[in-house]
């Protein structure tokens, strides 16, 4: 006993430096309060196989998850976080490029993500598995997940079987994707040759496949023809009331425009002209707790807080002559195709459904379980410990997608996997498949405009590395800058530039001031010294908004306030000049001894954003990878640890 306090008085006695770094700082008692997911799972939005990443899929899809990834990895560990993505095989565009290409589909789609593949390693994109929905390795375990779902979905009443139109192409004999049929647009004001089935991407103009004008095949260039076929449509009206609650526990911590896009679409409401608004406004106040708007067409919207009340309303309009509609469009989508290329349905359920294949948005869903399973077992693990991912209300599951996938990734996935339980009508328990968090982005536009091929200002992800000559960290750090959680934003090239300016100077000369002056003046070491009092203060501040904000992925405020923090070093070297011996040795010692103390906190912060910037820092200051942790924040590097050159951080931009 005498022994060991003995040689702890030694420890503490002989070396300041030790003492200092022993002493718990506000930070560390912080990081120790710290609510942390047992595991975690990320998602990102999955490219269709049919061309190269592309500036919009870094912006949206790929960059923000990997930040939430790389930070959840130092948050809990690597072994528990599974970042997972791959290419969304089974949606019609790949099929028609392979088509255009001369190929098989399975040589396109191999070759396409090949190269999807190479270009996300080259953004530092640290997905556990880049998979594709397809591929004979994900395949047979999506089509097992994908069946299992449908003969849960089949057995708790939430698919029905209704007639509706589908486009069938007579010289191949086969029905049509609606996005493998094009026609001019039927809006008269435009003059789009190649809108959609159903959809105008030119002028947002939506209608009924039969309006659309001059219809032609993708597959054969022939004009394809409306048929009756029968579907499985989703009923996600019978598990509304459960999505509604689930999604009211969203309010505030979801963003704003997913959560008023949901919560309102999930509300039970119904729909009449405005001639009966003076009977209405009479009935008001004897009618359940409603809510009530207009909408286009000279019609007003009553939205009720559940179905019970909605049914009570109901009738209390009826009765006073007020006939009305449900709107309940958004809650009966079909959820199987003709065509053959996807995951086969289950073929013992019902003979009329033989031969047709699940919908692309259900499969897409499904997938990223299946990523999970592929990514576990490519590591050497058991794919069924996916549950353990999935299914543990511990975890925390981020999906990041954009804005116009909100409905799918909110909707029709909670009813799917309500349905998949044994019973829907409940949220989900401890062991059964969680509900998620989304994490949506508005569209990415280029110099003011919608990015585009025919506009000239379309970049894939290579041609901004090889032919403009930008590292992917410049790149990476300015999209988490954009406000895309918020609003459409801009890539705007003078910005980048001037960003990258920013980063080549200030911010580099916050990483070299100190490894440079420990090399002139402390002999490549870290002086023993004490922590200033606003290097603290200022620590506590900037830790306090990283782990609220990177919890939220809102990156943008975060970064400025990173930036502002960086400066404290320019800061202490203008007041303390520990690089200038005609100074007071031990308040240039306390000064550079803070400064190392800011820049691994930097290190850490940043690290998620520019990752292998930080990587080179880390480098040079000879500290282990494992120093890429939560954890670290707030501990000082240790007084006499020797670091190395000072090397390339942001890369030198010209004017
Ligand atoms: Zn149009």
């Known amino acids: 006993m005498e022994h060991i306090v003995n040689q702890s008085d030694t420890s503490t006695s002989t070396s300041t430096s030790k003492k200092l770094y022993e002493r718990p700082t506000d930070v560390r008692s912080l990081l120790a309060t710290l609510k942390r997911p047992k ?39 690597n072994e528990n976080v599974l970042f997972v993505s791959g290419t969304d095989d089974h949606g019609s565009t790949s099929e028609v490029a392979a088509l255009q290409a001369g190929v098989s589909i399975r040589e396109f789609i191999d070759q396409t993500h090949a190269k999807q593949k190479r270009t996300l390693d080259r953004y530092g994109i640290s997905l556990n598995v880049y998979s594709g929905t397809s591929r004979p390795d994900c395949f047979p375990l999506h089509k097992e997940l994908s069946q299992e779902f449908i003969r849960k979905l089949y057995k708790n009443g939430m698919l ?46 939506q209608y009924d496949p039969s309006e659309l004008i001059n219809p032609r095949s993708a597959l054969s260039d022939s004009t394809p023809v409306l048929k009756d076929t029968v579907h499985w449509w989703l009923d996600l009206w019978k598990v509304s009331d459960q999505m509604k609650d689930w999604i ?29 608004e003076p009977i209405f406004k009479e009935l008001r106040p004897s009618l359940p707790k409603h809510k009530s708007r207009y909408a286009p067409g000279r019609k007003v919207v009553v939205q009720f807080e559940n179905k019970g009340d909605l049914a009570l309303g109901g009738s209390m309009l009826k009765e006073k002559g007020i006939g009305y509609a449900l709107v309940d469009g958004w809650a009966h989508r079909s959820i199987t195709r003709d065509v053959a290329w996807g995951i086969p349905l289950p073929s013992d359920l019902d003979p009329e459904m033989a031969g047709k294949t699940l919908y692309v948005w259900p499969d897409s869903l499904i997938a990223p379980m299946a990523f999970s399973q592929v990514a576990l077992k490519n590591r050497g693990d058991d794919p069924k410990r996916y549950k353990e991912f999935w299914h543990d209300p511990d975890t925390k599951i981020c999906q990041f997608l954009g804005q116009d996938n909100v409905y799918f990734y909110v909707l029709m996935q909670a009813a799917m996997w309500l349905g998949y339980k044994d019973d829907p009508s409940k949220l989900p328990q401890a062991g059964e498949l969680q509900l998620t968090d989304v994490f949506s982005s508005f569209h990415l536009q280029i110099d003011g405009e ?20 930008y590292a992917a960290d410049q790149i990476r750090y300015f999209l988490a800058l954009l406000s895309l959680p918020d609003k459409n934003s801009n890539f705007d090239f003078n910005t980048f530039h001037e960003r990258n300016k920013f980063l080549a100077g200030p911010m580099n000369a916050a990483f070299e001031k100190p490894i440079a002056a420990a090399h002139s003046r402390f002999e490549g070491k870290i002086p023993a010294g004490r922590l200033l009092e606003k290097a603290e203060k200022e620590t506590m501040q900037i830790v306090q908004k990283y782990l609220k904000q990177m919890e939220r992925a809102e990156y943008s405020t975060l970064l400025f306030a990173i930036e502002n923090y960086a400066r404290l ?16 040795e031990e308040e240039r010692r306390d000064a550079l001894y803070s400064c190392f103390y800011i820049l691994k906190n930097l290190m850490i912060m940043l690290y998620p954003f520019a990752p292998a910037t930080m990587n080179s820092l880390r480098e040079s200051l000879q500290l282990p990878e494992a120093l890429f942790s939560i954890d670290e924040l707030g501990c000082p590097i240790e007084a006499g640890h020797a670091i190395g050159e000072k090397r390339q951080y942001f890369p030198v931009v010209s004017e």
């Open 248 to 276: 009211k526990s969203k309010e505030g911590k979801w963003r704003a425009p997913v959560f008023s896009e949901v919560y309102s679409t999930v509300l039970p409401s119904l729909i009449f002209d405005n001639t009966h």
């Open 450 to 469: 919608k990015m585009s091929k025919s506009r000239g200002n379309f970049y894939t992800g290579d041609q901004l590395l090889d032919e403009k000559g």
């Open 39 to 77: 595991r975690a799972v990320v998602t990102g939005g999955m490219p269709y196989a049919n061309g190269p990443i592309h500036l919009g899929h870094l912006a949206g899809a790929q960059v923000p998850p990997d930040i939430m990834a790389r930070y959840l990895r130092m948050l809990i560990g």
């Open 569 to 584: 070093i320019n800061s202490f070297f203008t007041q303390y000049k520990p690089h200038d011996d005609r100074f007071p």
């Open 160 to 205: 029905e079987k209704r007639v509706s139109k589908q486009w069938y192409d007579v010289t191949l004999n086969r029905f049509l994707q609606d996005r493998n049929v094009q026609g001019k647009c039927p809006n008269q004001n435009c003059s789009n040759e190649s809108a959609y089935s159903d959809e105008c991407e030119v002028c947002g103009h």
